[in-house]
Every structure is written in C-alpha cells, then in structure tokens.
C-alpha cells in the first residue's frame, strides 16, 4: 500500500500542474481511504475542478472537498501609515 | 499632502470568473488616489487571461500601477501580458520605478516579481550545483536592480510593489517549510539600505497582512485570501488622517 504521505504530495502535485487547476495553495491530507482538500479558491467551478484532478491522482480513494469560495468583502477603511 | 494606496494582489482572473473583480472597483477615486496590482493577475499566464485582467482593470478613474507574479509566467507570455496592459493605460513594473504626480506630490514606485531564496539564517546561498545558484543569482538581481532603482528615484514617497515576500512576517500561517518559495530576505535587504515608506506584496496566500522589514519599513501582504476585501487602502502621511 503506498504510504500517504506520497498520495497527498502526488495530488497536491497534480494541483499544481494541471491546467485545468493550476492551484498552489491547496493542503492536502490523507487520512486511510480518505482524501481531504482545504484551502480558498475563487469560484464555485474552480473548487469542482480541483476534486476532480485530485480524484483521478488518487483513484480509490474518498475525496472530502472542504474547500471555500473567497468572499470578496467591500473595502474597509484606511489604515494610516 | 497625504497619499491614499489601494493595493491587492493575487486577483488569480480567468473567463470563469471576468466581470466579478471589476464591479468592487466601483467608486475607487473616492477611496484612493492610486490602485496598485501585486502580481498573480492571471492563473495560468495565458494570453486570454491576460485579456481579462485588461478589461478588469482599464479605464479607471485612478493610476493603476502592477508587477506580474510567479502566475502570470506560467506560460511564457510575461512580456506580452505587460505589453497588454501598458496598450490598456496600466503601468507595469519590471524591476524599474515608475513616479505618478497625484496633487502634486510625486508618488515614486519601485518593484518587480521578486523571487525567493529565503529569510536570514534559513536561506540558499549561490554554492554547489549550477541550478542552486541560478536561483540564489536570480533574486540577488533582482534586489540589486531594486537598490540602484530607489537610489535613483526622485520622489515625495516611495513604495515599493512586489509579488514574492521580502519579510518573513507577512508569512505567518504558512508552513514554515515553504517559506523559501515565498520570499527573500535580500530584497528587503536592498529596501531597508536605500529607505521607503511602504512595501506592498502578495503571493503568501494563507499569510498575514502586517510586517515589519528590520529597518522599520512596514510591509503589507494584499493577497487577496489575506485580505478577504477587494484591496486594502494605505495612508501615507496621514498626519490628521486622509
């Protein structure tokens, strides 16, 4: 059985490099059979995507997408320097 | 006369999301007088992300001034990317400076991409295997163009724009193991030898929004995760407030 720690670098790997991704930021872990994604992304599509490329990385396993979609906030006050 | 900058980075456009970034750019001119861009504009550095980080950000009512991240490279398009938004009025950073009149006080802007290498005493140096030392080189470059640039420039204030951290601080909430991928220490090096008001960067995305460079030069992390608003607004001399 491949050791965990080398699913989590191959997916986060996957991430990376995959065009249809292309995120750095993911963390990713690996707990037995399942596969768990946090971290911030920027839309609804792109959070569906990311479970995907680390779905076909880690075929087997149960992918727990817990990832956000960023909320852009209005902008605040100042801060003076 | 004080200064107000917005600044966010790591605004990661493509198609799946053009249009979204612009609406919270509405009424800008009465919150800043300039809005600078900290890199990672696009997500893959495709000519077509590229178009849609134009039509984001032309035509405001402010200065908008940007750098390109480790992002906006990807595809080996950053020379054109530039090219597309300096064409849409955006001016773009590579290692140079930039000085904006804003009410007649000159704004100077130094920066670049940055790179990294790492914090002091847990840091690459330029030994062993030629490609270690293309990466160490490659920041020190940088830092050193950064120096002659804010040497050089003649202006009220100065900011300094940046992808890659200069600090460690803005940092925090990264795993430390990363940390020479985010950022060097040699850039704030050169900053803190010639001075500057301000240091703005991204790329950190899990990483705080408040530092400090070890000459006392305050540093802000506009990663857009890391601000969780549509830009932050900075006050230069704020002496009585903006």
Partial sequence: MEAPQYVAARVQGALAEDDRTHELGIRVDVRGDQLFLRGQVGCQERRTLIADVAAEAAPGLTIHNELSVVDIREPEEEETL | MSLRIAAVGDVHLGADVGGRYR???TGIEEKADVLLLAGDLTRHGTLEEGEVVVQEFRDLPIPVVAVLGNHDHHSDKPAEIAAMLRDAGIMVLHDDSVVIDINGTRLGVVG?????????????SEFGEPEIKAFVNHTKRIADRWRVALKELEADKRVVLSHYSPVNDTLAGEPP??????????????????????????????????????????????????????????????????
Wanted: glycine content about 20%.
């Fill in chain 2, 112 to 124: 670049g991409k940055g790179f990294g290498g790492g914090f002091a005493g847990k840091c690459a």
């Fill in chain 2, 23 to 25: 609406s919270h750019l």
């Fill in chain 2, 177 to 242: 193991e990363i940390y020479p991928f985010l950022g060097s220490y040699l850039l704030a090096e050169a900053i803190d030898a010639e001075g500057a008001d301000l240091i703005l960067h991204g790329h950190a995305h899990m990483g705080t929004e408040k530092g400090i460079t070890s000459a006392g030069i305050r540093v802000r992390n506009v990663a857009l995760p890391v601000l969780g608003r549509a830009y932050g607004v900075y006050c230069l001399n704020g002496e009585g407030g903006c």
